[in-house]
């Protein structure tokens, strides 16, 4: 875990600089709150919309995150208006709550925005109930989203907008489909079958504290595609809450809400929180639990036995997780890393063919934005294969097939990174080779997506082949021929065993 998050490389400092920013802006939104005289409950609720704000949002293009940062209140409060007003009504309540889990889940169908808007929708209700929210705090409530909003969007799109510099990034969410084959589908219904035996059980352990079962079962659904990558978050979960608990133990019961120290902690989990969440789901969790303990010293009901308690309602929340993946809708980790690799293979592809493009002359072609949608991908290959090479993963075959996966893939986004430094060399296309190369890598792709398509040979033929030569061509056949040779590696352990979750489909 300590290697993932400190070891884990950030190129750009993109990490370092999502999460100064994150503390920036949530700084922002709650001093906003506070300055103009909103009660503790509405100033947290500002600040944890702000943190959202900037956490879920991840359109590609500026003008899209503002768009969808602009509709966060618009799906966010009339779900916390419904959750105040359903307050003293716990059948109701429950119903409602259930709905909005199931929805949030659903609409992630529609991509990014999808998602964000899911996720705030989820939380205010789950806010309400955090903050035991009646209806009078309604409009107290509702002014401190919007300011924080502001204030969050400020800093995000004004005072430090460094995407402004960069290429857009490509973002990656599960391949579509149509009725229970959709996986958001699949998953909003194993969504509800989770949070409805999380809110049972866990009001059973509580009737104060019940939500937060729920909450850990739904959150260990998001950004994951199949039944494997939810048991592998599940367990990251409960990993990330005993340590935060036990954090939570030494750091927020002694200081028992003092406004100044605490201030300063929570700065601390909301960096750990953006820093860590794209490397390390535990050490997320950490810095999540930590965080809740710290605005519950704030409220005055801080004490060891809270704490033990989120652990239990997590434990419960992750049971429901596991037992909805099994036994509802199940997507198997066939089914979802088959999906990611052969996009991956398609995207090495396009990589390769903006390249050649941008060679030939094509100075609107820009194999960069592809790169980026390599890097994701591969991401999440990564995360669809973590069931396969988890240490307690009993088939040590299949754990071996995804490790060389991942090797061929890796080659394969080195030489994509290779071939995309020589091809601002205009002059490399004057090569006679390079038409012969790209026919060939074309072909491996072909033979890799549909086995039993025929190739006319090995690309190293055409290394030797005649035809002018450059010092640039010969970089970029270098490349081309490192293509070729890992997505050939890659039809054995893809096709290597009739039961394994690498096959194509």
Known sequence: ????????????????????????????????????????????????????????????????????????????????????????????????????????????????????????????????????????????????IALALIAASTVRFGVW???????????AFPPGGRGLERPTTRQAAQVVAAGAFALTVGQLLSQDRWYWAVGAAWWIFVNTASRGETLVRGFRRILGTVLGVAAGLFVAVPVQGAVIPTAVLVAMCVFGIFYSAPVSYSWMMLSVTVLAS???????????????????????????????????????????????????????????????????GDESADPAVHAAELELLLARVRMSLAPLVHPLNPSRARGTRARQVLGLLDDCAREVRGLIAVAADPEASHD??????????????????????????????????????????????????????ALAGLADPLRSSPRSPLMPA
């Open 294 to 360: 710290l605005l519950y010293g704030l409220l005055g009901v801080l004490e060891p036995s809270l704490l033990a308690l989120r652990l239990a309602e997590t434990c419960v929340g992750a049971l429901g997780a596991l037992l909805a993946v099994a036994f509802v809708l199940p997507i198997t980790t066939h089914t979802a890393t088959n999906a990611w690799i052969r996009r991956a293979v398609r995207c090495v592809h396009a990589c390769t063919t903006a390249s050649m493009d941008r060679l030939a």
């Open 432 to 485: 006679a080779r390079l038409a012969a190369a790209c026919w060939r890598l074309e072909a491996a792709v072909h033979a890799l997506e549909e086995p039993g398509a025929a190739t006319d040979g090995p690309l190293a033929e055409t290394l030797a082949a005649g035809g002018r030569t450059h010092p640039g061509a010969e970089a970029v056949l270098m490349h081309l021929h490192g293509l070729e040779k």
């Open 1 to 144: 875990m300590l290697k993932r998050v400190f070891v884990a490389p950030d190129p750009g400092l993109l990490r370092l600089r999502s999460a100064l920013r994150a503390v920036l802006g949530v700084a922002s939104a709650v001093a906003a709150c506070a300055l103009t005289g909103h009660p503790l409950p509405a100033v947290l609720t500002g600040g944890l919309a702000a943190m959202l704000a900037l956490f879920t949002v991840t359109d590609t293009a500026i003008p899209g995150q503002a768009l969808t940062t602009a509709l966060l209140p618009v799906v966010g409060v009339p779900v916390l208006v419904l959750a105040a007003e359903l307050h003293g009504q716990p059948l109701a309540r429950d119903m409602a709550f259930l709905a909005v889990a199931g929805a949030a889940v659903y609409v992630r169908r529609w991509g990014a925005r999808g998602h964000a808007l899911g996720v705030f929708a989820f939380m205010m209700f789950f806010v309400a109930q955090f903050l035991g929210t009646l209806p009078a705090q309604l409009p107290g409530l509702c002014s401190a």
């Open 161 to 171: 907008c460094y995407e402004r510099r960069m290429p857009p990034p490509a973002v």
